[in-house]
């Protein structure tokens, strides 16, 4: 039997289970009182489920459902998580219980890198060998270039970019932004080439010839990152006499706490600061266009291998 395992950050399906989610992303340290109080707080002010972990369940389902009709037969699709249960190596256990033979690796980011997707593939690999199970394994190849999610990103950026007022539109610049990555560039030439050519391919099949990239999230001097933030880039497009700026994050297709914060909350606060009108693109989350490219992208390989 085939299956599918898509892989993302976190699952809090509690308010309560933000103290071992953030126990399991400090590596076993527990946080700073001030620390976890800022978290709870964040998650409180959504007024809602954690987005991230109920949206990730709402893709699967629907992406089994798609692949069961089109491939005709029982396609289960499974969840694991990085920082919450469960874990790789939990889902394991119930994809071999179930018979699975061949195993498709899905992460839900589309720019690879070796600490994010590359960790997920790593677990999944670790978890086979250690029960000596046999069951072949696929990871999906890079997907960020891919047409349909392309135009799905798209799609968000002309409707941000609508948004802006008539008389702010010819002023306005798009910041595309993505994870920062500790250390110097040439560790992650490979993350920064698919965030480029990412954002290429959006603002092409947007029409949007004003745009510039910037990182998000990167931690406290002295640890070098990857640059500029995109909160500087805010400040030196509105020196440069943007009137809008539009963020329009690309690594992040599901919404979630860090990038509302980053992004939405953060450069909302900046722009006000600076003077300039300001817009977000939405999440793709559980759109019917963004599943439609997963969709896709899973049964190009699923048929390719079909066919070798």
């Given at each position: 039997m085939r299956a599918i395992l898509l892989m993302s950050y976190c699952h809090l399906a509690s308010i309560d289970d933000i103290s071992s989610f953030y126990h399991h992303l400090y590596h076993g340290r527990i946080p700073a009182p001030d620390v976890m109080e800022d978290a709870v707080n964040r998650y409180r002010n959504l007024a809602k489920p954690d987005p991230l972990g109920s949206t990730t369940t709402r893709q699967a389902r629907a992406l089994e459902r798609r692949l069961t009709l089109r491939l005709g037969e029982t396609i289960p699709v499974y969840t694991a998580h990085k920082?919450?249960?469960?874990?790789?190596?939990?889902?394991?256990?119930?994809?071999?219980?179930?018979?699975?033979t061949h195993l498709y690796t899905l992460p839900l980011s589309p720019l690879y890198s070796k600490t994010g997707t590359g960790s997920y593939q790593r677990a999944a690999e670790q978890a086979r060998d250690q029960r000596n199970a046999n069951l072949a394994i696929t990871h999906i190849p890079a997907w960020h270039l891919h047409d349909r999610f392309v135009e799905a990103l798209s799609t968000r950026l002309v409707e941000a970019l609508r948004w802006i007022s008539a008389a702010n539109r010819e002023r306005t610049v798009v910041i595309f932004t993505a994870h920062s990555?500790?250390?110097?560039?040439?560790?992650?030439?490979?993350?920064?080439?698919?965030?480029?050519?990412?954002?290429?391919?959006?603002?092409?099949?947007?029409?949007?010839?004003?745009?510039?990239?910037?990182?998000?999230?990167?931690?406290?001097?002295?640890?070098?990152?990857?640059?500029?933030?995109?909160?500087d880039m805010m400040e030196t497009t509105a020196r440069e006499g943007a009137a809008a700026i539009v963020i329009c994050d690309l690594l992040s297709m599901t919404e979630n706490i860090e990038t509302l914060q980053d992004c939405r909350v953060d450069g909302l606060l900046k722009a006000r600061e600076l003077g300039l009108e300001f817009a977000n693109t939405e999440f793709l989350n559980d759109a019917d266009d963004f599943m439609t490219a997963l969709e896709e992208i899973v049964l190009a390989q699923v048929l390719y291998e079909a066919q070798q």
């Open positions: 920082h919450t249960s469960p874990f790789v190596d939990e889902v394991m256990e119930r994809i071999l219980r179930d018979k699975v990555k500790p250390g110097l560039p040439a560790p992650h030439r490979d993350y920064i080439a698919a965030f480029t050519e990412l954002a290429q391919a959006v603002s092409r099949k947007a029409g949007c010839y004003s745009w510039k990239l910037a990182y998000r999230s990167g931690g406290p001097a002295p640890q070098k990152w990857l640059g500029p933030d995109v909160l």
